[in-house]
């Protein structure tokens, strides 16, 4: 079972940011899409932000989805070497709050159920 390596939690004031990192798993077959969601306490796991990092050109290396609350705030991005992928958060919000998980899948990006692996999760605790 493959568990993705994530780094980056913390606590933070609103307004604040914090840049999440997850590991490019290199198992047998390199994933297509890779994303992050995240649980508040009480609450289901939604997706955050989601990069396609495969190499269908008529897709297009790097095009990314968005949870409508984060669009203007978070940034999904993938490193030069193609074994990061970042998530650079700003102007946190309370929120924000909530534990972060790193994903990966081998089908495409566009709906969130492309995950086949999962990170241990970060804990990203924003205060008012």
């Known amino acids: 079972q493959v568990e993705l390596v994530e780094s980056g939690g913390g606590s933070v004031q609103a307004g604040g940011s914090l840049t999440l990192s997850c590991a490019v798993p290199?198992?047998?077959?390199?994933?297509?899409?890779m994303g992050w969601f995240r649980q508040a306490p009480g609450k289901e796991r939604e997706g955050v932000a989601q990069?396609?990092?495969?190499?269908?050109?008529?897709?297009?290396?790097?095009?990314?989805v968005y949870l409508e609350s984060v669009k203007d705030r978070f940034t999904i991005s993938q490193d030069s070497d193609k074994t990061l992928v970042y998530l650079r958060m700003n102007n946190l919000k309370s929120e924000d709050t909530g534990m972060y998980y790193c994903?990966?899948?081998?089908?495409?990006?566009?709906?969130?159920?492309?995950?086949?692996?999962w990170g241990q999760g970060q804990q990203v605790t924003v205060s008012s």
């Open positions: 990069i396609y990092i495969g190499t269908d050109r008529s897709i297009g290396t790097g095009s990314t």
């Open positions: 994903a990966s899948g081998r089908k495409f990006c566009g709906l969130w159920t492309f995950v086949d692996y």
């Open positions: 290199s198992y047998r077959s390199r994933p297509n899409c």
